[in-house]
């Protein structure tokens, strides 16, 4: 069983910084890939970033796509999230999720566990 515990949400401007982290424990995570999603109100849950177990490799959609990086730290078991040039649609909560294997991509049933997410807030 692993535990997701994310944090670093907040109210930025456009065009402001925030920094996620998502701290695990239960277990080391350093054998699965991560990955980050979003819910906007009303919308459904997507994807936004995924990295492979050594870290090596990462996937984005194209909306974090050069604005967005996700890296992790095995040895802290924990994935952290950098998002810059922070704009209004950004606005959702964000989630991180541990795949049940090496998947790392969009598909969001290929995650097994979930934290309960930060809100990220970019007013304009």
């Known amino acids: 069983q692993v535990q997701l515990v994310e944090s670093g949400g907040g109210l930025v401007q456009t065009g402001g910084s925030l920094r996620l982290t998502c701290a695990a424990s239960g277990r080391t995570i350093s054998g699965v890939a991560m990955g980050w999603f979003r819910q906007a109100p009303g919308k459904e849950r997507e994807f936004v970033a995924a990295?492979?177990?050594?870290?090596?490799?990462?996937y984005y959609a194209d909306s974090a796509q050069g604005r967005f990086t996700i890296s992790r730290d095995n040895t802290k078991n924990t994935v952290y999230l950098q998002m810059n040039t922070l704009q209004p649609e950004d606005t959702a909560l964000y989630y991180c999720?541990?795949?049940?294997?090496?998947?790392?991509?969009?598909?969001?049933?290929?995650?097994?566990?979930w934290g309960q997410g930060t809100q990220v807030t970019v007013s304009s």
């Open positions: 999720a541990a795949s049940s294997g090496t998947y790392f991509g969009p598909r969001n049933n290929e995650y097994q566990y």
């Open positions: 990295i492979t177990r050594s870290g090596l490799t990462t």
